[in-house]
Nanobody, 124 residues
Framework: QVQLVESGGGLVQAGGSLRLSCAAS????????AGWFRQAPGKEREFVAA????????YYADSVKGRFTISRDNAKNTVYLQMNSLKPEDTALYCC?????????????????WGQGTQVTVSS
């Protein structure tokens, strides 16, 4: 079992930056691939970014490519999402997810473990 806790969300103006963190406990996150998803009110949860357990494979949604960066520190059992040039349409609840495997994964159904999420609100 892996427990995931997100932090770092908040209210920011358009053009600003935030860094989200996802801390894993239970079994170490270094053995797990991880991803970030987001869900805006009235919309389905959508893929944002994914990283393999080694950090060598990265995937991004087209909507965040060039603005967001996913990374991990396996010594700290933590995965990060650096978000720059934020837009109002980035407003959502951001959740991290984890699963076993050596690749990076972009589907919601690919993941076995989920955190509760952290709210990001971008004002115009």
């Amino acid at each position: 079992q892996v427990q995931l806790v997100e932090s770092g969300g908040g209210l920011v103006q358009a053009g600003g930056s935030l860094r989200l963190s996802c801390a894993a406990s239970g079994r170490t996150s270094s053995n797990y691939a991880a991803g970030w998803f987001r869900q805006a009110p009235g919309k389905e949860r959508e893929f944002v970014a994914a990283i393999s357990r080694s950090g060598g494979i990265l995937y991004y949604a087209d909507s965040v490519k060039g603005r967001f960066t996913i990374s991990r520190d396996n010594a700290k059992n933590t995965v990060y999402l650096q978000m720059n040039s934020l837009k109002p349409e980035d407003t959502a609840l951001y959740c991290c997810a984890a699963r076993g495997g050596s690749s990076a994964y972009t589907g919601r159904s690919d993941y076995a473990y989920w955190g509760q999420g952290t709210q990001v609100t971008v004002s115009s």
